[in-house]
């Protein structure tokens, strides 16, 4: 079974709609992470999460919400959905080493109308 | 404000023919990663580079670091078609735990 998993895979949805990008992760990290990739421009980060109560912009963060429900989960919402949120959403997580590289979930493609 | 460029974003070669990716950032960092994306699918971690002329390999690929001149590289070696992919540097910080991200580099082997 994979580490990180998303859900749902694929989604379409008008413009104005609220959605939500769900994450969970079994390899017992600490930190968890959202992305959004956008041709050209590689993956800039929306929210990150250090711990259960530790919740951070990223570069990107306007028009997006996040919660962390659990250590294993990280969940991130688009209030009102908008065409130029259209992209391809990661979920990543990470332990707290000095070495630790990011694991990524499968990716969600994301289509506003 | 941390940049990352790489260079080239695509690149297109012979197999058997050697390459190098550049990734160049702009502000000191402890950390450098590539990563690889392969078409439609998530990203796979090939190498963590930590100090000042580090160097890891694994097979055909080759990434090293220059913490003083804020560059890393990417060696191909004898290209086959399987490394066609996108790859990707991202520089980090120990202390905020973020990744920053090159916009990518696209290489394409011919047979």
């Known amino acids: 079974d994979a580490d990180v998993t998303q859900t749902p895979r694929n989604r379409i949805t008008k413009t104005g709609k609220r959605i939500m990008l769900e994450c969970s992760q079994t390899?017992?990290?600490?930190?968890m992470y959202w992305y959004r990739q956008d041709p050209g421009l590689g993956l800039r980060l929306i929210y990150y999460s250090f711990d259960v109560k530790d919740i951070n912009k990223g570069e990107i963060s306007d028009g997006y919400s996040v919660s962390r429900q659990a250590q294993a989960k990280f969940s991130l919402s688009l209030e009102s959905a908008i065409p130029n949120q259209t992209a391809l959403y990661f979920c990543a997580s990470s332990g707290t080493g000095s070495a630790e590289t990011q694991y990524f979930g499968p990716g969600t493609r994301l289509l506003v109308l | 404000e941390l940049k990352v460029e790489q260079n080239p974003l695509f690149l297109s070669m012979q197999e058997g023919k050697n390459y190098t990716i550049y990734c160049n950032y702009s502000t000191t960092s402890d950390r450098l990663y590539w990563y690889r994306q392969d078409p439609g699918k998530s990203l796979e971690s090939l190498f963590v580079l930590l100090s000042n002329g580090a160097v890891k390999q694994e097979g055909r690929l080759m990434a090293s670091l220059d913490t003083k001149a804020r560059l890393s590289t990417l060696h191909i070696t004898a290209a086959v078609h399987d490394l066609s992919a996108t790859y990707f540097c991202?520089?980090?910080?120990?202390?905020?735990?973020?990744?920053?991200f090159g916009q990518g580099t696209t290489l394409q082997v011919k047979p």
């Open positions: 991202a520089v980090g910080s120990s202390n905020t735990g973020k990744l920053i």
């Open positions: 390899k017992g990290h600490d930190r």
